[in-house]
């Protein structure tokens, strides 16, 4: 199946820093989400973004699905962006129907 | 418009026990997903359901089964737990399933403890 990979697994970041987080993966893709997990466990969507270029506040996402990679940009980090941040995709509709492949995640943390 | 809900939040069961988890999703939505996430396994997907018919299904055994009723609510069932059935267990809802998908949203999980 579809291999997704995220980098880097650890970020420790000062309050205001920039950010950037990379996830490749493996094969031609059909979609692919970031997800940021709170404390509590909950998933919470950030981009859904098959192709090109999103923004959302202080975060922005790029795909180019013929590379197969995205960025997940964070700037001016803030103390509540800590917790670990998925990507997810979804691959060929006949190999694996709408699962969503999940890297292993980056585990953010920002210092005051 | 309310979110993905799942009950219970929390659980904790005895080894050989079974274990019934439900799932409602957005409104409008009527694909059900499952996943379960371990800190050894990460997220892995277990089953998809879409008109009460089970689409797609990962690659765990027969003790994990689930199901899809008509108002799109679904359960997932494990029987005999094992220890390493302990995990945090997320339903995700789309619109429906489909060539390129649809956005998947997540309810808050159950967590559930074997001992």
């Known amino acids: 199946g579809i291999q997704v990979e995220q980098s880097p697994p650890d970020l420790i970041l000062q309050e205001g820093a920039n950010s950037t987080l990379r996830c490749n993966f493996s094969?031609?893709?059909?979609?692919l989400q970031w997800f940021h997990q709170n404390p509590w466990g909950q998933l919470i969507n950030l981009f859904y973004?098959?192709?090109g270029t999103k923004q959302n506040g202080r975060l922005s996402a790029t795909t180019v699905a013929t590379e197969r990679y995205s960025l997940l940009y964070i700037s001016s980090s803030q103390t509540t962006d800590s917790g670990v941040y998925f990507c997810?995709?979804?691959?060929?509709?006949?190999?694996?129907?709408?699962?969503?492949?999940f890297g292993e995640g980056t585990q953010l943390t920002v210092n005051p | 418009k309310a979110g993905v809900t799942q009950t219970p939040r929390y659980l904790i069961k005895t080894r050989g026990q079974q274990v019934t988890l439900s799932c409602s999703p957005i409104?409008?939505?009527?694909?059900v997903s499952w996943y379960q996430q371990t800190p050894g396994q990460g997220l892995q997907f277990l089953f998809e359901?879409?008109?009460?018919?089970?689409?797609n299904k990962g690659n765990f055994p027969g003790r994990f089964s689930g199901r899809q009723f008509s108002n799109s609510r679904s359960e997932m069932n494990v029987s005999t737990l094992e220890l390493g059935d302990s995990a945090l267990y997320l339903c995700?809802?789309?619109?429906?399933?489909?060539?390129?998908?649809?956005?998947?949203?997540f309810g808050p999980g159950t967590r559930l403890t074997v001992t």
């Open positions: 995700a809802s789309s619109f429906r399933p489909g060539l390129t998908g649809y956005e998947q949203y």
């Open positions: 094969d031609s893709v059909n979609n």
């Open positions: 973004i098959p192709s």
């Open positions: 997810a995709v979804k691959g060929s509709w006949v190999t694996s129907g709408s699962r969503l492949t």
């Open positions: 409104s409008g939505h009527r694909s």
């Open positions: 359901y879409f008109s009460e018919t089970q689409r």
